[in-house]
T-cell receptor, first 113, second 121 residues
């Protein structure tokens, strides 16, 4: 069965510092991994995804994520955080030929000025 | 393009009442989805539709029905609302329908609507 774990309910970081939001997954076969962001009272917005190829994936708003097959992780990173990055971040996984996208419980990112 | 639209934005029901949540997309996508979002649980798939005329159960289908009216519209119906159905409901769509050799919708980006906040008293 597919599953996603986001071990931190909240991540706090100062503006200008690097940020990491953690995600680990479990899936049969090759994983397809996604990051979405949700701003208050809004729907989810796509940030980036890993399907195949280069383990470092670059996405919107300066975010990137690194796929690590041996550690079954797909951590979201940004070199320099902005206050406007404060939001709820969701990691999700899908398996080949599946319609089901399984989401983690979400991590709230708070960037303080 | 408006993308994915949902109506209503907010709704309060009494236990036992029925209602239909509407969703439409103007991106010519094949697949559409209904999720519910509850605190600390992420999003959970209720139903999905791979193409017009087909629907399938997701993780938490009990208490819900869906209709894929045409390629654009996918509605979610609560026949007899219960307090446990208090949640935020999101509709989403993605381009692919058939699974195919490339993995089909599993590799697609899903595009989400703004959500419907439902309270059942």
């Amino acid at each position: 069965a597919q599953s996603v774990a986001q071990p931190e309910d909240q991540v706090n970081v100062a503006e200008g510092n690097p940020l990491t939001v953690k995600c680990t997954y479990s899936v049969s076969g090759n994983p397809y991994l996604f990051w979405y962001v949700q701003y208050p009272n809004r729907g989810l917005q796509f940030l980036l995804k890993y399907i195949t190829g280069d383990n470092l994936v670059k996405g919107s708003y300066g975010f990137e994520a690194e796929f690590n097959k041996s550690q079954t992780s797909f951590h979201l990173k940004k070199p320099s955080a902005l206050v406007s990055d404060s939001a709820l971040y969701f990691c999700a996984v899908s398996a080949f030929s599946s319609y089901k996208l399984i989401f983690g419980s979400g991590t709230r990112l708070l960037v303080r000025p | 393009n408006a993308g994915v639209t949902q109506t209503p934005k907010f709704q309060v029901l009494k236990t036992g009442q029925s209602m239909t949540l509407q969703c439409a997309q103007d991106m010519n996508h094949n697949s559409m989805y209904w999720y519910r979002q509850d605190p600390g649980m992420g999003l959970r798939l209720i139903y999905y539709s791979a193409s017009e005329g087909t629907t399938d159960k997701g993780e938490v289908p009990n208490g819900y029905n869906v209709s894929r009216l045409n390629k654009r519209e996918f509605s979610l119906r609560l026949e007899s609302a219960a307090p446990s159905q208090t949640s935020v409901y999101f509709c989403a769509s993605s381009p692919k329908g058939d699974r195919g050799p490339s993995g089909g919708p599993s590799t697609d980006t899903q595009y989400f609507g703004p959500g419907t906040r439902l309270t059942v008293l």
